[in-house]
Every structure is written in C-alpha cells, then in structure tokens.
C-alpha cells in the first residue's frame, strides 16, 4: 500500500540507509540505498520526497543517469507527466550520441546522451541517487547543455555534503533528500 502525504513526513528514511566503510575502497563510507529500495513504504516515501520540490515547476523532461538514477527518475517522470532521458555509460545507447569525460571521488568516467532527443530550451530535471563531488551530475548537466537544453534543476535521494558537490552544481537549483 502506497503512504499517504501525512505518512511521509514521519518516516525517518535515514534508517532505510546501510552505511558500509572502506567500500568500493579503503577510507570510503558507502551509503548503501538497497535497504531503501527493499521496503516498498520506504521507496514511496523517497519518490514523494525527491518529487515535492518540483511538483509545481515547469519539466519538460528528467533525465536519469546511469544506473540508480534510473530508479528514482523514472517514477518522477511519470508523476510529471513527461518522458525519461537515460545518460548512461559509454558505448551503451545505439545510434548517434554525444558525450562528456569527467572526473570521480575515485577515478573517471563518461557519460553519453542521444542526440536530438531535447527540443531547445526544454526544461529538463536531472536526477541521480548519490551526490558525491559532483562529477557525474556535472557531466550531465553539460550535455544538457551541449544539447541546447535548459537545465530546470537536479535531485538526489543522498548527498554526501562534505564532498562538495552541491558548490560544483552551482548555479543551479539542488534538492537532496538526505544529507550526511
């Protein structure tokens, strides 16, 4: 059974996140959402607190980045009524594509997004699990831009504050649902 509105505000969605040290390496703390995504209150709770903030704003589109933004994203997209963008790793979205290098906590990677798929100007919400440095969401955000659209903000279940990512966003509007 899905949770009301008034059930969402008493569930303490911290107790749904494992937290795993020295994952994927030494020094790390890994926030582990799968206990989250196990408890089908807990993931109801979630979706309705990362959607909230945006309920009112102009979307055109959400884009997901690979992997676990496409859990949150794609039940965003269709409470907004819009469609869903993956951005996903390299090599794995046929036909013509553009892409971004970036750097991680602990290494780099790439992101690819389908060419033509975003009208110009269009509003698009870009979602991800985890805010870490920023990195990934910012490669995001420039293919979004590459791609002439506009980027209407961004949302994440987790951020991990002192990291920073948040500051390498900026301008643009960030909503996390929680932050350690």
Known sequence: MTPTIAD??????????????????????FRDIAPLLADPRALAVAIERLLAPWRNERIDAVAAIEARGFLFATPLAMALGVGLLPVRKPGKLPGATIAHEYELEYGSDRLEMHTGMLPAGARVLVVDDVLATGGTAGACLALIAASGATVAGVAFLIELQSLGGRKKLAPHRVESVLVY
């Open 8 to 29: 969402s505000t008493q569930l303490d969605l911290t107790a749904f996140i494992r937290t795993i040290p020295d994952f994927p390496k030494a020094g790390i703390l």
